[in-house]
């Protein structure tokens, strides 16, 4: 089972690994549209962050570890996105995605 801290820091390294992107991929955004996203999707997985960091995330229970087991892949895809220097496109939707299960661990794990 997970605990506390390790739902914190699949939060904050998805946010992290987002916010530390930001400005490369902004560079690499041909639209506005898309520069729009990116800031989106940091914004989105800020929220998260700063709610999780705010409270407890003690809640227990197999629908809260299924949604640290799903955050978890999704911070592992996101680092793989920018590890592998995948498309813009890709890295928007795999971060968008992501911020979605950041949302939903940090929702499902508050005591």
């Known amino acids: 089972m997970s605990n506390a801290e390790q739902r914190l820091f699949e939060v904050y390294e998805t946010y992290r690994t987002a916010l530390g ?6 560079k690499e955004a ?3 549209a898309q520069a729009d996203k990116i800031q989106a999707n940091v914004d989105k997985l800020e929220t998260q962050y700063l709610r999780a960091a705010r409270s407890e995330l003690n809640a227990q229970g197999a629908e809260v570890e299924a949604a640290y087991q799903a955050a978890k892949q999704a911070r592992e ?3 793989s996105a920018y590890d592998e220097a995948k498309a813009l496109t890709e890295r ?13 661990l940090v929702t499902k794990a508050l005591d």
């Open 21 to 26: 992107n930001r400005s490369a991929d902004w």
């Open 30 to 32: 041909k639209t506005e």
């Open 77 to 79: 895809d996101v680092q």
């Open 92 to 104: 928007i939707s795999t971060v968008s995605s992501a911020a979605k299960s950041m949302k939903n």
